[in-house]
């Protein structure tokens, strides 16, 4: 597993999703869940933003509660 930022090594591994966007454009992300979730395709996600001390500012999705 290869860790794309620093400040996301010590989340290895992490699911990796397609998200299509409510515009249309399908969005290459992360998704955020509990250990052991099984996603669902055209399931709802909302989007969550990082931005550590470094800056570099990330984004992921996690399911709608």
Do not use: K
């Amino acid at each position: 597993h290869q860790a794309y930022a620093p400040h996301l090594r010590d989340q290895l591994p992490y699911t990796v999703c397609v998200v299509e966007l409510e515009e249309g454009p399908l969005l290459v992300s992360r998704l955020n869940a509990p250990a052991g979730y099984s996603p669902r395709i055209d399931e709802p996600v909302v989007v969550e933003f990082n931005v550590p001390e470094d800056g570099l500012a990330t984004h992921a999705f996690r399911p709608v509660d």
